[in-house]
């Protein structure tokens, strides 16, 4: 089962730029439609975006539409989510998960608190 | 991208069986046969439990089992344990190609 490791959150300003990695221990990374979904502190998940397998289709929420790029370098089989111009609202756990119509396999996780 | 309703909490006794319900529109859950369902223990990550509507991933338990029925989705989970004790969350496959999850249910065994 593929295992999947979220890196990258921390501590940041608003209006700051932070970008989230999830590296996949599996080589089977470049087949597989790749998810972005968040947590805010004691809410439940909100899905934030999805890139196909090639990366060349990508969609977002509402949310975050037009602040959030989803990624992926299947060469190095990782997932990216940049997020600019940061809000308080984004602080959360950011989760990836692997899969289209279901979310099948989940990192543990990586802790964005956006904060002055 | 409204979020799928959910009962806020259900509550059983070990051994008995409960149900959770997830209700979306026809664009999500009643238009594709791609909800599934997620326990996620405090502190911890989600597993999917249940994926198109009613297939169980390897290594779940058969105590757990999901159905459909126009646009609202149900998890039942039968033979109640301690270990259920957690929040559920359902998720639909949307029109856009999105994903929508529900508001979540937090289970309580008594």
């Known amino acids: 089962q593929v295992h999947l490791v979220e890196s990258g959150g921390g501590v940041v300003q608003p209006g700051r730029s932070l970008r989230l990695s999830c590296a996949a221990s599996d080589s089977t990374f470049s087949p597989y439609a790749m998810h972005w979904v968040r947590q805010a502190p004691g809410k439940g998940l909100e899905w934030v975006a999805l890139?196909?397998?090639?990366?060349?289709?990508?969609y977002y929420a509402d949310s975050v539409k037009g602040r959030f790029t989803i990624s992926r370098d299947n060469s190095k089989s990782t997932l990216y989510l940049q997020i600019h111009s940061l809000r308080t609202e984004d602080t959360a756990i950011y989760y990836c998960?692997?899969?289209?119509?279901?979310?099948?396999?989940w990192g543990q996780g990586t802790l964005v608190t956006v904060s002055s | 991208q409204s979020a799928l309703t959910q009962p806020a909490s259900v509550s059983g006794s070990p051994g008995q069986s409960i149900t959770i319900s997830c209700t979306g529109t026809s664009s999500d859950v009643g238009g594709y046969n791609y909800v599934s369902w997620y326990q996620q223990h405090p502190g911890k990550a989600p597993k999917l439990m249940i994926y198109d509507v009613s297939n169980r991933p390897s290594g779940v338990s058969n105590r757990f089992s999901g159905s459909k029925s126009g646009n609202t989705a149900s998890l039942t989970i039968s033979g109640l344990q301690a270990e259920d004790e957690a929040d559920y969350f359902c998720?639909?496959?949307?029109?856009?190609?999105?994903?929508?999850f529900g508001t979540g249910t937090k289970i309580t065994v008594l």
């Open positions: 998720s639909s496959h949307t029109s856009t190609s999105c994903l929508v």
């Open positions: 998960a692997r899969g289209y119509t279901s979310a099948y396999n």
């Open positions: 890139i196909s397998s090639d990366g060349n289709s990508q």
